[in-house]
């Protein structure tokens, strides 16, 4: 089992950028496909973006495509999610998760705190 930790999150005005990291224990967090989600007040979880386990190929909601970046350091057991022009509307708590390959469901029900990001208009 991969045992997130974000961090990175804040309060940031509309147009500027936060890039979120996510520290992952367990040996092997190179053999996952790694993902970001989100849920804000009043609303369920949704997928945010997804990177498989070589990194190099993601995916991407169709809400932030253009806007946020998934990366990953298989070296540091960390993922991270480069968030630029942000809006009032990507206000939410963010999770980082495994994913199971080539979609956007997170693998395991284990989640960690996530991180808080808040953006004014």
């Known amino acids: 089992q991969v045992q997130p930790v974000e961090s990175g999150g804040g309060l940031v005005q509309a147009g500027g950028s936060l890039r979120l990291s996510c520290a992952a224990s367990?040996?092997?967090?190179?053999?996952?496909?790694m993902g970001w989600f989100r849920q804000a007040p009043g609303k369920e979880r949704e997928f945010v973006a997804a990177e498989r386990w070589s990194g190099g190929s993601t995916r991407t909601a169709d809400s932030v495509k253009g806007r946020f970046t998934i990366s990953r350091d298989n070296a540091k057991n960390t993922v991270y999610l480069q968030m630029n022009s942000l809006k009032p509307e990507d206000t939410a708590v963010y999770y980082c998760?495994?994913?199971?390959?080539?979609?956007?469901?997170?693998?395991?029900?284990?989640w960690g705190q996530g991180t808080q990001v808040t953006v004014s208009s």
């Open positions: 367990g040996r092997t967090f190179s053999r996952y496909a």
């Open positions: 998760n495994t994913v199971v390959p080539g979609t956007i469901l997170p693998l395991q029900d284990y």
